[in-house]
Each structure stands twice: as structure tokens, then as C-alpha cells.
């Protein structure tokens, strides 16, 4: 147990401060209109399902394996409210039964009286799910464009990093369309490069191990002008593009080239993002004694990755990874998920201490961004960047 664990207050007065700090947490997220759409859509699909009485379990459960704003979510699933519970169980019956039988539901009450209570329910939940998925599509996407509108006649007060990550994406839109949306849609939807622009300025140089389009390195550069760094990726086709991006930035470079045996240089700060879980555990632990071995003093390994320890929002990582990798998104041979826990012991056997670096607008599903030091070495707050 941490320590941090072990001087936890107990006790009521400490039960109500944690529940307050949650609420305050919970109503004071932060997020982009798209995923504020995106909770909006599924809590209306949670609130037109037949589990009445469980609606808020559901939508907690989901919002918080999606990573999306609880309080948004709960709200929504309030469709389901006195006021219009009738006609959406009408609806849903209705739907489900066409969808089940080619036909609607005779509105006879004798039909009601004899019918068979399991079908019934089936048609029910059937039809709540057709429902609630074109209401919740239909409303997600009113509530994105609204927002979109109203943030870009309103704007919120100004945000460094998002400026930055403004002129990176700028440097990809020469690019085809679907390179610079990723590269936004990256920036926007990931907190991981929040938090990495959050920690800047990085020791340098910094080694990207797995850059794919180089956006990242490109972001700590974006954050502090001059920073050296090198990236390695083993698409000929990203590597290309992250080149381009970098025009006019001659203290970064991107190679081609396997990982796996890619001899990491001396580095400041290593980056290993979503990078283990695509090799098998011991190519995995080879990968982070080399990372570790290349740090200069002083310097910083930063890993984000599924932590396969984190139950059930792991169980959803993991399928979201498989699904990808089926459908062609990421290359890896194989997908091996293992607890931080593993990670964290192999680097200490390095000689590093690594402890996870706290989210500010939370990390989705089970993924953990870990950092790690040289023992003995303070771990560094995050804290304000002067902007060049």
C-alpha cells in the first residue's frame, strides 16, 4: 500500500469530503463538444432501456468506462421522465414488435391481456435500443453543433496548449484530409498529449519510441521551441508524413525502423506511448530496460498503455484494441495487456522509481500514463510553461 494510501483520513468527516470532492469533480468536468455529444447520445440510449429504477448505475458504469462526463449522461437518461416514459415504452414496444414480427402491435386490449409476458419484454428491449439509438444519434449530434457554434462565437478563456496544438495541426492540413482530422481529433478527444504538454519543459533530447505521424514530438517542440527529439515508427507511410510536418524544425527527426531492435540513443526523455501492448511480455520488458538504459541523469520515461490490473474498464481497453486490430487500425502481431503493476517492477529492476502521473480530465477506459525516474531523483510537478 503507498503511502499516500496509508495517510488517507478515514472516518465520517473524511466519507463527506470525499463525496464532496467527487461531486465537485464529477459536475466541474471538462470536455469538447464531441464528447459531450457523445454522452448526451448515450445516456438518451440508456434512459429509453427497460431498466427502470437503474438508470443512474447504468449511466455512471458507462460514463465512466467511455470517459465521458457523468453528470451530461444522467441528465440525458432523464428522457425517460414521467412525462415521457408512456410514449417512449410505446415507441419501444411498438419498434420491437415490427422489427420481430414484420408488424405493429394491435392496439386491442385484449391483445395486452394475453400477451406473452416474455415477448413482450424482448419487443420492449429490442425497440428501446432502435429507439434510443436514432433519438440518442439525433440529440448527440444537435448538442455537438450547438456547442461547436456557441464555443466558436464564445470563446473559452485562453488555453496555451490548446493554442499549440492549434500550429500543430497546422502543419499537417497541406496533408490529406484524414491526416490532419486525426491529428485533431487526436489532440482533442486523447488527454494523454494534454498531459504531456502539461509537463513541458521535458529533458531533452527526447526519443519517441512508436511516433506514428510524429504529432506528439511535434507538440513538445510546439511547447518548447529548440527542444532536439527523434522519432521511430515502422510505417514507411507515417514516418513520411511526420517528416513533412516537421518542415523548418531541424532539431527533430523521424526514422524508420522495428523497436523491437531499434538501438534507443541517449535520451533526457523517452516516450512510449501505446506502444507495449502490440509485442509479446518479454520483447515488452527488453524494450523498457533499453528505454531505461538510455536515460541520461535527471532524465524521464513516460509509458502510457492499458493497465490490464483495472477489472472491468480493462476488459473494455482490451476489446476496443481487438476490434481495431481486426478491422485493420493498428498493425501489431499480437496484443498482449499486462497490469501496471509488471511494467512498474521491470523498471525498478532498472533502477527507476515510476508512479502514475494524475489525469486532469481523465483518461479513458483503463489506460494509465506512468512516469519514471531515476530512484532517489524527486519526481517533477507538473507546472505552468512560459510560451516562447
Not at 83 to 104: E, Y
Not at 182 to 190: I, L
Not at 285 to 300: K, T, W, Y
Request: glycine share 10%; aromatic share 8%; proline share 6%.
Amino acid at each position: 500500500m503507498t503511502a499516500e494510501a496509508v495517510g488517507r483520513r478515514r472516518g465520517p468527516g473524511a466519507a463527506w469530503g470525499r463525496a464532496r470532492d467527487a461531486l465537485v469533480r464529477v459536475v466541474g468536468e471538462r470536455a469538447t463538444p464531441a464528447r459531450l455529444g457523445w454522452a448526451v447520445a448515450v445516456g438518451i440510449l440508456i434512459g429509453t432501456s427497460p431498466f427502470f429504477g437503474f438508470h443512474l448505475v447504468i449511466c455512471l458504469a458507462a460514463a465512466t468506462l467511455l470517459g465521458l462526463n457523468r453528470t451530461v449522461t444522467y441528465l440525458a437518461a432523464n428522457i425517460s421522465g414521467p412525462w415521457l416514459a408512456p410514449l417512449i415504452i410505446f415507441g419501444s414496444v411498438q419498434t420491437g414488435h415490427l422489427i420481430l414480427t414484420g408488424s405493429w402491435l394491435p392496439l386491442r386490449f385484449e391483445v395486452f391481456r394475453t400477451i406473452d409476458p416474455w415477448q413482450f419484454a424482448e419487443a420492449w428491449l429490442l425497440g428501446g435500443l432502435a429507439v434510443g439509438s436514432t433519438l440518442g444519434a439525433l440529440a448527440g449530434l444537435c448538442t455537438w453543433r450547438a456547442l461547436e457554434i456557441h464555443r466558436r462565437r464564445h470563446p473559452l478563456p485562453h488555453d496555451p496548449i490548446e493554442e499549440k496544438m492549434a500550429e500543430v495541426v497546422a502543419r499537417y492540413r497541406p496533408m490529406e484530409t484524414r491526416v490532419w482530422k486525426y491529428v485533431r481529433g487526436k489532440f482533442r478527444h486523447d488527454p494523454v498529449y494534454r498531459q504531456i504538454a502539461g509537463l513541458c519543459p521535458l529533458p531533452g533530447p527526447v526519443v519517441d519510441i512508436g511516433c506514428g505521424r510524429g504529432q506528439a514530438l511535434l507538440l513538445i517542440a510546439a511547447m518548447q521551441a529548440g527542444v532536439k527529439g527523434i522519432g521511430v515508427d515502422w510505417s514507411a507511410t507515417r514516418i513520411e508524413k511526420a517528416r513533412r510536418a516537421a518542415g523548418g524544425l531541424p532539431s527533430l527527426a523521424f526514422e524508420q525502423g522495428d523497436i523491437r531492435s531499434w538501438p534507443v540513443p541517449a535520451a533526457g526523455t523517452v516516450l512510449l506511448i501505446d506502444v507495449l501492448h502490440y509485442n509479446p511480455a518479454p520483447a515488452q520488458d527488453e524494450l523498457l530496460r533499453r528505454a531505461a538504459r538510455s536515460l541520461a541523469p535527471g532524465g524521464v520515461i513516460y509509458i502510457r498503455d492499458i493497465d490490464a490490473g483495472a477489472g472491468a474498464r480493462a476488459w473494455v481497453s482490451c476489446l476496443q484494441e481487438r476490434i481495431g486490430r481486426l478491422l485493420g487500425f493498428n498493425r501489431g502481431t499480437t496484443l498482449c495487456f499486462r497490469p501496471a503493476a509488471e511494467t512498474v517492477k521491470v523498471l525498478e529492476a532498472e533502477g527507476l522509481h515510476a508512479a502514475e502521473v494524475p489525469a486532469t480530465t481523465g483518461l479513458a477506459f483503463a489506460n494509465v500514463l506512468l512516469e519514471a525516474r531515476h530512484a532517489g531523483e524527486a519526481a517533477r510537478k507538473p507546472q505552468a510553461v512560459a510560451i516562447a
